[in-house]
Each structure stands twice: as structure tokens, then as C-alpha cells.
């Protein structure tokens, strides 16, 4: 009993006994009584936890990497499909305007019969009639002759003085041949008022008054003629007075007296033929005479060579503005059809943003679709009547992304039991 009290007083003193005790000077410790097995599976479960947190880690890490990745590359693909979109813009303007060059170009390789025409020689032609009436003696006019543009009675009149000069100057010397003479020439004509032959002519009469002459000017810019013709208008007004009254017609007379100029001469190796001519008319079997002058005047002229260009193509030229054409065309139409695409991607992007941002509260993202077997699949046309059908329901609307950039592949979803109401993405315009 001793020997036992005192064993329990020592395991007073020393209460770890079932934890720590010795053997032939070996300590023994807390857990050394596990089986050798059960050792080796809690070392192994060990391991096994370490390797799986390592594990989940490491998944974490590369999910994480991916996730980064995933939102690298998106950024990357909205950069290069915004660069996309501006390479679109600018390759719509090139093909364009290679549009309007190959038109051009068509029709330049078109090109039509022309006419061209090089001055080679600029000339004035100066042309005047001077004259004055001389008066028979008499007790009333102070001087013996009256002058240009003054109006004489018949009575009066002794004969008519008339000065012709004819002036051809060019801009550089010549040789030229060039004739002239001084014609007239009575013309009456009917003068019955009224009658349908009033005007007509009745009776001509031609005079020579200065012979043809035949002139040559070497190494001159021209010409320079100067003649005087006197007209005794007694004999011509007699004349007419007397035809007049043997006609027994009323009728108006005129003497008309000419100068007429013909030159011609050779402009490296082009031909000049110059035709002119200045006259005076002298009324005749009337009371009183106002004499007038026709081409009495200053008139620039040139001499020009005139080519024909016959019409042509450039088959060449043709050719290929056809293809750069035809090139041009495809890739505009392929463009305009990129750039609507374009605007209405924007178009979806902003409609979609602005659903996802207004509903919040109502939208969840998901995966993919549950499983719903046997369930009625109802297409709705707006997302207006999504949020009508949620109100209604009290059910959230289920929004699943498109994997790929195409904004028409997002579709939202409300599920009610056996049924799936499903609004897909479109770009028509609505009020929410």
C-alpha cells in the first residue's frame, strides 16, 4: 500500500507519464504509439494536402495569368479592329479616288479630232472714203464745195470729188502681189408702197472708173493705195431722170462707186489672200443729196495655220484604266459594305452598353444556358418587351456574351419553368 501511495505520489509529481516516459534511457513522445502504417499515411496525407495547395495555387496563378491574358488579347483585338477599321476608312478614300483617276484617264485615252491654229502673221487693214461736192457758181454758198455728211440740193451740185485709200500693214515684211480698181455701179430698184415688189430691182448699170492695176511690194509690212475719182453726177442723174420717165415706175436710184483690193502673198509657206473693198453711195433723181460710206473703216485680221488632228485611241492607256477601274470598283463596293458593317457594329456596341449599364440590377452574366428539357423556345423582338417580361415575372434576365467579336451573338434570357424567352442582339434603334 506504501509502495503504492508512494507510486501516487510521484504521479502527482509527474502527470505527463501517458506522454513522456522512457524505456532503457530512450524518451518516448506524444504520438510515437501510431502505427507505423498510420504513420506513413498521415506523412503521406500530408504531402498530398501540400502538393494540392501547390497545386490549387499554381491553378490560381495560371487562371489569373489567363484571366490577364484574356483581357491582354482583348484589348490587343479591339486595337487591331479599331486599326482595321481605319485601314477600311483609308483604303475607301484611295479606291476612290483611283475611281475618278481611272475615269479620267478613260477618258483622256479617248482623244477627238481637233483643229489647231498658229497665228503666223497679224495685219491691220485700214480702208477710207474722203469726198467733197463741188458747187456750180452761185450767190449763196460762201465756199465752192461742201464737205463730208452735208446735204446738197441737186441744183447745185457740179460734180463729186471722191478720195479712196486703201492701208495694209503687217506685223512683218512681205513680199506681195496686189491689185485693185475703181468700179460703179447704178442700181434702181421699185419703190411702189405697198406693193409686194416695193425694193425689187428694176435696173443696173456698171461703170469702170479706174482700170485694174497690178502691183508688186517687196520687203515691205504692206500696202499703201491712194486714188481719186471725180463723178459728174449731171450725166448719171440725167441718166436715171430719163429711164424714169420711160419706165413711168416710181423708183429709187443709186450710184455706188467702189475701190476693191485683192493681195496675196506667201507666209512660210502659208498662202495670204487678202480681199477688200470701201464704198460711196450718191443717190440719184432726187431733190436733194446726203451721201454715205460703206467700210470706211479699221479691221484687224491675222493669218493662221490651221491643222487637222485626226481622232485617236490609246489602246494601251485604255487598257489599263479599264482594269485599275474595274480593281477600284470591287474594292469600294467591298468597302462600303466593311464600313456599314463598321457603323453598325458601333451602333450594336452602343445599344448594348447601354443596356448593360441602365438594367444592371436586373441582367445576370452567365456561361451558358441551364438545361431546360423540353422548353419553348419564344423569340422576342426588343429588349423593351425583355424588361416588360421581367416586370411581369419578377424573374432575372440571364445575358450570355458572344465568344467572338460579333455584338449579334449576345443573347439574353429569362427563364419561367418550361419556358425560354430569348432576345438576341440587333441594331435597330429603341426607346427603353
Not at 72 to 81: F, S, V
Not at 109 to 115: D, E, N
Request: include cysteine; charge should be negative; charged fraction near 25%.
Amino acid at each position: 500500500m506504501r509502495k503504492f501511495d508512494e507510486f501516487d505520489d510521484d504521479a502527482t509529481r509527474d502527470d505527463d507519464i501517458f506522454n513522456n516516459f522512457s524505456v532503457n534511457d530512450h524518451v518516448f513522445k506524444d504520438g510515437d504509439f501510431i502505427p507505423k502504417e498510420e504513420k506513413e499515411d498521415k506523412k503521406e496525407h500530408n504531402v498530398e494536402n501540400v502538393k494540392e495547395d501547390f497545386m490549387e495555387e499554381k491553378v490560381a496563378k495560371e487562371d489569373n495569368k489567363m484571366k490577364r491574358e484574356k483581357s491582354n488579347n482583348t484589348e490587343k483585338n479591339n486595337g487591331y479592329k479599331l486599326s482595321k477599321d481605319f485601314i477600311k476608312i483609308i483604303g475607301l478614300t484611295v479606291s476612290g479616288l483611283l475611281l475618278v483617276l481611272s475615269l479620267l484617264t478613260m477618258a483622256k485615252s479617248f482623244v477627238p479630232a481637233q483643229k489647231t491654229e498658229d497665228v503666223i502673221l497679224s495685219y491691220n487693214v485700214t480702208n477710207s472714203a474722203d469726198y467733197r461736192v463741188n458747187l456750180v457758181e452761185n450767190n449763196f454758198y460762201e465756199t465752192p464745195f461742201l464737205g463730208k455728211g452735208e446735204l446738197v440740193p441737186v441744183t447745185f451740185i457740179d460734180d463729186i470729188e471722191i478720195d479712196f485709200s486703201s492701208f495694209l500693214s503687217a506685223n512683218t515684211q512681205l513680199d506681195m502681189n496686189y491689185n485693185y480698181s475703181i468700179t460703179g455701179n447704178i442700181t434702181a430698184t421699185a419703190s411702189d408702197n405697198g406693193q409686194e415688189d416695193s425694193g425689187g430691182k428694176i435696173w443696173t448699170k456698171n461703170y469702170t472708173f479706174v482700170e485694174p492695176k497690178s502691183l508688186t511690194s517687196n520687203g515691205s509690212t504692206g500696202y499703201n493705195i491712194q486714188e481719186k475719182v471725180t463723178i459728174d453726177y449731171k450725166t448719171y442723174n440725167d441718166l436715171v431722170n430719163q429711164y424714169k420717165l420711160k419706165a413711168a415706175v416710181p423708183m429709187d436710184a443709186v450710184l455706188t462707186v467702189t475701190l476693191n483690193v485683192e493681195a496675196n502673198s506667201d507666209v512660210n509657206g502659208t498662202a495670204l489672200n487678202e480681199s477688200n473693198s470701201v464704198s460711196v453711195e450718191i443717190p440719184l433723181s432726187v431733190s436733194t443729196v446726203m451721201i454715205t460710206e460703206e467700210g470706211d473703216d479699221t479691221t484687224p485680221k491675222t493669218l493662221v495655220n490651221s491643222e487637222e488632228i485626226p481622232a485617236s485611241r490609246n489602246y494601251v492607256l485604255l487598257g489599263i484604266s479599264i482594269v485599275i477601274f474595274l480593281g477600284s470598283l470591287a474594292a469600294t463596293v467591298y468597302l462600303l459594305r466593311g464600313l456599314r458593317k463598321m457603323t453598325e457594329d458601333h451602333s450594336l456596341l452602343i445599344k448594348f452598353n447601354k443596356i448593360m449599364r441602365d438594367y444592371n440590377q436586373v441582367i445576370v452574366e452567365i456561361e451558358e444556358l441551364p438545361n431546360v428539357p423540353n422548353a419553348a423556345v419564344i423569340e422576342v423582338k426588343t429588349f423593351k418587351d425583355m424588361l416588360d417580361i421581367q416586370k411581369e415575372l419578377h424573374l432575372p434576365i440571364m445575358c450570355s456574351k458572344a465568344k467572338d467579336d460579333d455584338l449579334t451573338n449576345n443573347v439574353f434570357y429569362i427563364v419561367n419553368q418550361n419556358q425560354i424567352f430569348k432576345y438576341r442582339m440587333n441594331a435597330e434603334p429603341e426607346r427603353f
